[in-house]
């Protein structure tokens, strides 16, 4: 009876465990639907950022299988290399040993050769027969045994030759190889910046996403990567007073960081206002200040860094940012520039890019989302 109650004993205790261990378990998942009811979905601006880095993450693998490859090639090579430096001595051993014996067989040959024509053999000169008989067996065997080892020795050296001409051809494919995957291994390090890059980006950009897009703020974008982007968009600019594109840039850069406005998104209103910086370079006016839609002129500065900042400064009195940090632009505001500036009318009306249309800085109702519309084809250059 015990032989049966134990193994029924067992079973019993094993349904209890899963039963528990089942229960454990629902438990569990109802834990894990509660936490995923709860959990709060991801916003719009962490998207952009957590693809970002889900770029990132692919391309520091990429880089990596990379780098593998690359150092698998260069330790194949060298080890190759390193093989055929052994068998070229190896070789060259082995048919000098062999060259010896042959030499040797052919002493002996022509030795005996002679001694026969002089009808006398050293090595049988004895008067036992039987003696002669075992030395010329012997002699035999050995010119048999020189034979063989010289045999094996060619044998040897040619398909130690055969691999070393084997190895000399991998070796120049891998000559071939490794270039190649060092410039992989550099393309995949530049993508890793670029997309590294990107995640800066795109965390700098998100608060501002999130804020609806104020025009006070940090410059994102610098001015190498601004300048690229007008370049690869097709536009012609024409400047004046021999100052360039990227000198254009690093002022926005610049003039935004100083007053806390966002410089990169200036150059983006510059670019709907100017075509692309084609037209406003000879006054040195790339917003359009001073122009209506009534007139055909505008505002002209002495310098295209009047200009900018003019327009910065305008910018930051729109967005209520309070006082300037660069002395108030008399190019701009008239009279008490200082005054004029503090005592602006506007101050304060327009703390978004997405309120400056519809009469703030254009009376297009359009004219924010052209603007911000350049601005992410700008952000979008960079990858993200």
């Known amino acids: 009876m015990e032989s049966v109650a134990l193994p029924h004993t067992g079973s019993r205790a094993r349904r209890r465990r899963a039963r528990r261990t089942l229960a454990f378990a629902a438990v569990l998942s109802a834990l894990s639907i509660a936490s995923l009811a709860f959990t709060p979905a991801a916003s719009p601006q962490e998207v952009p950022v957590a693809r970002a880095h889900e770029r990132l993450a692919r391309a520091q693998a990429d880089a990596a299988a990379a780098q593998g490859r690359y150092d698998q090639a260069v330790a194949e090579r060298e080890q190759a290399q390193a093989q055929i430096a052994d068998l070229e001595q190896t070789i060259s051993a082995a048919r000098a040993q062999e060259a010896v014996l042959r030499s040797e067989v052919a002493r002996r040959a022509v030795a005996l050769y002679k001694n026969f024509g002089a009808?006398?053999?050293?090595?049988?000169?004895?008067?036992?027969?039987?003696?002669?008989?075992?030395?010329?067996?012997?002699?035999?065997?050995a010119d048999q045994f020189y034979d063989e080892?010289?045999?094996?020795?060619?044998?040897?050296?040619?398909?130690?030759?055969q691999a070393q001409a084997d190895l000399e051809k991998r070796r120049n494919e891998l000559d071939d190889d490794v270039p190649r995957l060092e410039q992989e291994k550099g393309d995949a390090e530049q993508k890793i910046a670029r997309i590294a890059r990107g995640v800066e980006i795109a965390e700098k950009l998100a608060p501002l996403r999130a804020a609806g897009e104020p025009v006070m703020g940090p410059t994102v974008l610098n001015a190498a990567e601004m300048a690229a982007w007008l370049r690869s968009s097709g536009s012609s600019p024409r400047l004046s007073g021999g100052v360039t594109l990227e000198q254009i840039a690093q002022m926005f850069v610049d003039e935004g960081t100083a007053e806390n406005v966002r410089g990169d998104v200036a150059f983006a209103q510059a670019y709907i206002e100017t075509g692309g910086f084609s037209a406003g370079g000879r006054e040195n006016n790339f917003s359009g200040l001073g122009a209506c839609d009534s007139c055909g002129v505008q505002n002209r500065f002495p310098t295209a860094l009047d200009g900018i900042r003019a327009q910065i400064q305008l910018l930051k009195a729109y967005a209520g940012g309070g006082p300037l940090v660069n002395p108030a632009s008399p190019y701009w505001w008239s009279g008490d520039p200082a005054r004029a500036y503090s005592s602006f009318g506007g101050t304060g009306s327009a703390p978004t890019w997405r309120q400056m249309g519809g009469g703030k800085w254009a009376s297009d109702p359009g004219y924010s989302s052209k603007v911000l519309g350049t601005y992410d084809k700008m952000i979008a250059a960079e990858g993200t």
């Open 149 to 161: 080892q010289a045999e094996q020795l060619r044998d040897t050296a040619d398909k130690q030759q």
């Open 119 to 141: 009808n006398r053999f050293p090595t049988l000169d004895t008067a036992d027969p039987m003696e002669a008989g075992r030395k010329t067996k012997f002699n035999e065997s």
